[in-house]
């Protein structure tokens, strides 16, 4: 059983940012894939970035560039650092962790098995 705590989302101005933060307690955390969801209400729920286990990164076309997702397994935890960012980032933003596959350097992100309680990042002038 691997459980997930969200941390780091609040209120900010557009062009600044945030870093969020997941913390998983339980075993086998460096094996997991671990990745990251965002949903407003009445929105339909997005992949914003996936890490595999072996540190390989897969972004929403809507995020590339200015958010870097990554993991440092000795502190079984997993970042998002979000720069530049807009009103329609403005979501609740979800931890997760399941499996992935890295093929012809894609990743492939599947089998999702924990997710966090998220939390709210507000861009807002």
């Known amino acids: 059983q691997v459980q997930l705590v969200e941390s780091g989302g609040g209120l900010v101005q557009p062009g600044g940012s945030l870093r969020l933060s997941c913390a998983a307690s339980?075993?086998?955390?460096?094996?997991?894939?671990m990745g990251w969801y965002r949903q407003a209400p009445g929105k339909e729920r997005e992949l914003v970035a996936v890490?595999?286990?072996?540190?390989?990164?897969k972004y929403a076309d809507s995020v590339k560039g200015r958010f870097t997702i990554s993991r440092d397994n000795a502190k079984n935890s997993v970042y998002l650092q979000m720069d530049s960012l807009k009103p329609e980032d403005t979501d609740v933003y979800y931890c997760?962790?399941?499996?992935?596959?890295?093929?012809?350097?894609?990743?492939?992100?599947?089998?999702?098995?924990?997710w966090g309680k998220g939390t709210q990042v507000t861009v807002s002038s």
């Open positions: 339980g075993s086998g955390f460096s094996t997991n894939a």
């Open positions: 890490i595999s286990s072996g540190g390989s990164t």
């Open positions: 997760n962790a399941g499996s992935a596959s890295v093929i012809d350097s894609t990743v492939y992100y599947y089998g999702i098995k924990y």
